[in-house]
């Protein structure tokens, strides 16, 4: 068992400090604010103060976990052991930086809780997070800490050996648009109809009644994506779009009889959870009625959910998902870059910076979207395989969870998405044949 000491246990510390050593290290740690305690201990000692004892390995913090409340914070990022590291310490620490509070302030997004600049849709933007300027978003290095403290505490304590973990991948599929054409109704189909003339789209005009006539819809590929989750023994989660149709929120009516035959058909299979809808991110009453309509459908409690347009209001969005029972939240990740909001690949709880304590709410950071890397990065299907690789090898090092998000349409070969089929297929050989 590690000792941590420190001269203050707080909510932060512990929260973190669990992270490192549970989650991801898989081992027994207890935190104390007793010298005497420290001093006694024979197992893995780490001095987490500025106190000068003998023996043990020494991390001196900053004041980041013994703060409250949240404030301007402008970290200073550089290089060192071969990861990205800030929050840099003294000489006298064994590691040079406070791999604590830097862990901290990336799992708990604590710059995403400072004001912002919003995007059109209220995000916060890859683009304003300290990774993205420092050119670590691509790097799990909150795991790679973790790991370079494992070796640091082998070197020093010959006997200790940390947990062990596996590789794990999660597929997750959202329905945005279950249907292209199909059970769109009459006013939506000549709506779209006209749009299509305005902007001389002939092509969708023509797919679209050729759908129409032979009832056989270009987003309709659940049957692919049955066959190629059965090759690999994968259960992949849902997430299904229920709220009411408006200006980002195109989906076929809930109330459409194939609609709800289609989330209960999936629903009998594999693992559902609800794409509380757009307006629905910051609506406690909304999203309530969501739930319900999906839970009325499939006719089990819904506990899973992923924001649509991966909409996330500190720390609004995540309190009214635990008042409605949510436990498992997969928003964590970028619309327009790939890589590691958080700086991990671990699923974690949410921290509640306001309240300060660890919540319930356990969140899945996702890595890679298709619409990512096809509309926002616009690669091709070859540059996008290999980008995915890139990253799978990175989290297989750190024996992370891989996440990936698709859609339906993205197998469809219309439009944008010609060739995208075999994206996928091929991240999957990657994953499991690799």
Not at 94 to 101: K, R
Not at 353 to 365: A, G
Not at 379 to 395: F, G, P, R, W
Request: aromatic fraction near 14%.
């Amino acid at each position: 068992m590690i000792l941590l000491y420190s001269h203050k246990i707080t909510p932060r510390l512990d929260y973190i400090a669990g992270f490192i050593f549970s989650s991801i290290l898989r081992v027994d740690f207890q935190l104390t604010d007793d010298p005497e305690r420290f001093h006694n201990h024979r197992g893995p000692r780490i001095n987490y103060s500025q106190e000068d004892f003998s023996g043990g390995l020494v991390l001196r913090p900053k004041e980041l976990l013994f703060e409250s409340g949240i404030s301007p914070i402008e970290p200073f990022v550089t290089q060192w052991d071969n990861v990205k590291i800030f929050f840099q310490t003294d000489d006298h620490s064994d590691i040079p930086f406070d791999l604590f509070a830097a862990s901290f302030y990336l799992v708990s997004r604590y710059e995403e809780n400072l004001p912002f600049h919003k995007d059109e849709h209220g995000r916060f933007e890859a683009k304003q997070s300290l990774a993205y300027n420092n050119n670590f978003l691509q790097d799990p290095v909150v795991d790679q800490w973790a790991y370079i403290l494992a070796d640091m505490l082998k070197e020093r304590y010959p006997d200790f050996q940390p947990g062990t973990r596996s590789f794990q991948y999660i597929s997750t599929i959202d329905i945005d648009n279950a249907y292209a054409f199909l059970f769109k109704g009459i006013s939506r189909t000549l709506g779209a109809t006209l749009r299509s003339l305005f902007n001389l789209d002939i092509e969708d005009n023509i797919r679209r009644y050729q759908t129409l006539a032979s009832k056989r819809d270009p987003y309709d590929t659940y049957d692919i994506f049955f066959d190629i989750h059965q090759k690999y023994g994968i259960k992949p989660l849902w997430f299904f779009l229920v709220g009411d149709s408006g200006r980002f929120d195109d989906n076929v009516s809930i109330d459409k009889t194939a609609y709800q035959n289609l989330i209960r058909n999936i629903a009998q299979r594999f693992d559902v959870g609800l794409h509380p809808s757009y307006k629905a991110f910051n609506n406690h009453e909304l999203l309530n009625k969501e739930i319900e309509k999906l839970e009325h459908i499939i006719e089990r409690k819904v506990t899973k959910s992923r924001q649509h347009y991966l909409k996330i209001r500190f720390n609004e969005t995540y309190n009214n998902l635990i008042k409605s029972g949510i436990y498992q939240d997969y928003t964590m990740g970028y619309a327009t870059d790939i890589g590691f909001r958080a700086g991990t690949c671990t699923p974690f709880h949410y921290y509640d910076l306001l309240e300060e304590q660890e919540t319930e709410l356990l969140i899945y950071p996702f890595q890679i979207m298709d619409i990512t890397l096809n509309q926002h990065k616009g690669y091709n299907a070859t540059e996008a395989i290999s980008v995915v690789e890139d990253l799978i090898e990175k989290i297989k090092r750190v024996n992370g969870t891989f996440i990936s998000i698709w859609h339906n349409e993205a197998l469809s070969d219309h439009g944008h998405w010609k060739g995208w089929e075999n994206v996928y297929r091929e991240m999957l050989r990657l994953v499991f044949e690799k």
